[in-house]
């Protein structure tokens, strides 16, 4: 395969585009597929609020948000974020008719900025924002798990990764990867395969050798609305660093988020990540 040739801050529409709509999926197999996911695979699943509400998290008062009450949190502070203006004529990834999830929206500017203060990973930079697959495959520990999910991104048909990878002053370290595909149904697909796996928290990442569902995310301050995630923390005993990561079902792509911190990684700037990648991928 070609390797293929982003104080707090509030996501805000584009003057561009056209307001996105957002209606239930089309197809009844995906919505068996996201039923069961919700009850069987134990992951957290963002609920349908409206198009209001899809910004809500970064203009709440900080009381209003669970696990994030206080003025000390630890939320870092981003730069302002903007959904990239979508080509003329084209319609939102959710958007009626738009039965494949396409974002036609550049997906190099989909992936969330560094806040400021970070170093940036310029070993997720990519050739021109595009990431080999190589790079991603280096976040799996297990070999042979990485040679299966390598040919099933070939069968799949992926079309690019675009990523950013940062580290703040207190040494975590944050990595992004966005995966589009050809259409909706196949991240539907991979995502209950191998990343909302019923028994297990799917493919093991390097550096986290015993993994749990994160029932400690704030789910319902942080949904968004047509977003399967899939939230993981690494238990204890962590080892030389603590793993947190989460998976994204977006329409046609699939988000990546990790991040990792020598003792423990704090909840919840790992929980601020989630939710604006979520809020831009929506």
Do not use: C
């Not at 957290?44 to 509400?53: E, I, K």
């Not at 000390?72 to 958007?95: C, H, M, N, Q, T």
């Not at 928290?201 to 390097?206: E, F, S, V």
């Not at 923390?233 to 030389?240: F, I, K, L, R, V």
């Amino acid at each position: 395969m070609t390797e293929p040739a982003v104080t707090e801050t509030a996501v805000t529409e584009p003057v561009a585009t056209e307001p996105v709509v957002a209606v239930p999926p089309v197809r009844k197999d995906r919505r068996v597929l996201r039923a069961a996911l919700r009850w069987t695979a134990a992951v957290v699943v963002f609920a349908a609020v409206g198009a209001s509400a899809a910004y809500g998290i970064t203009r709440m008062e900080r009381t209003d948000v669970p696990g994030l009450a206080t003025a000390s949190d630890g939320r870092w502070v981003y730069p302002e974020i903007s959904l990239p203006p979508l080509p003329s004529g084209s319609p939102g990834a959710f958007a009626e008719g738009n039965t494949a999830g396409t974002h036609h929206a550049d997906l190099r500017a989909l992936v969330l900025p560094a806040p400021e203060g970070a170093t940036e990973d310029k070993a997720l930079r990519g050739s021109d924002g595009w990431l080999a697959p190589r790079v991603l495959l280096t976040e799996f520990a297990d070999a042979g798990e990485r040679d299966t999910f390598r040919q099933k991104l070939v069968d799949d048909g992926l079309r690019h990764i675009a990523a950013r990878g940062w580290t703040t002053e207190d040494g975590t370290h944050t990595r992004v990867y966005l995966l589009r595909f050809e259409s909706a149904a196949v991240v539907d697909d991979l995502f209950a395969a191998d990343f909302a796996a019923f028994s297990s928290a799917g493919l093991q990442m390097r550096g986290a050798d015993l993994t749990e569902v994160d029932e400690d995310f704030p789910a319902e301050a942080a949904r968004t609305e047509d977003i399967q995630p899939a939230v993981y923390t690494e238990s204890e005993p962590y080892g030389a660093e603590q793993v947190r990561y989460a998976y994204l079902a977006a329409g046609d792509t699939l988000a990546l988020i990790m991040q990792s911190r020598k003792g423990e990684a704090p909840a919840v700037p790992f929980q601020q990540t989630v939710t604006l990648q979520s809020q831009l991928l929506g």
